[in-house]
């Protein structure tokens, strides 16, 4: 059974930073792309950050670019979001998402989820 565990979510303040991190099991991923996503209330689900196993090439919303840093540790099977200089609007659900191929963007891509960690940043 293929499973995403996030951890690391938290209420801080704005310019704070917090680590969140996904554990994934239950398949080999080595060939997935593994990305994070947010959804605030009442709005669509975001893409944030994703990254590929194999080569390490990232990518990234322009909203969190240079804020945000997405690494894995492949041999723990686990993909960890750094946010620095957190705002309010960053204040979201943030989901990790393991994707088989596609637009490294789209949550149709994605083809396992986790549930979900809060992150609440306050002004």
């Known amino acids: 059974q293929v499973q995403l565990v996030e951890s690391g979510g938290g209420l801080l303040q704005a310019g704070g930073s917090l680590r969140l991190s996904c554990s994934a099991s239950?398949?080999?991923?080595?060939?997935?792309?593994m990305g994070w996503f947010r959804q605030a209330p009442g709005k669509e689900r975001e893409f944030v950050a994703a990254?590929?196993?194999?080569?390490?090439?990232?990518y990234y919303a322009d909203s969190v670019k240079g804020r945000f840093t997405i690494s894995r540790d492949n041999a723990k099977n686990t993909v960890h979001l750094q946010m620095n200089s957190l705002k309010p609007e960053d204040t979201a659900v943030y989901y990790c998402?393991?994707?088989?191929?596609?637009?490294?963007?789209?949550?149709?891509?994605?083809?396992?989820w986790g549930q979900g960690t809060q992150v609440t940043v306050s002004s």
């Open positions: 990254t590929t196993w194999s080569n390490g090439y990232s």
């Open positions: 998402a393991a994707s088989p191929g596609g637009t490294h963007s789209s949550p149709l891509s994605y083809r396992y």
């Open positions: 239950g398949r080999t991923f080595s060939s997935y792309r």
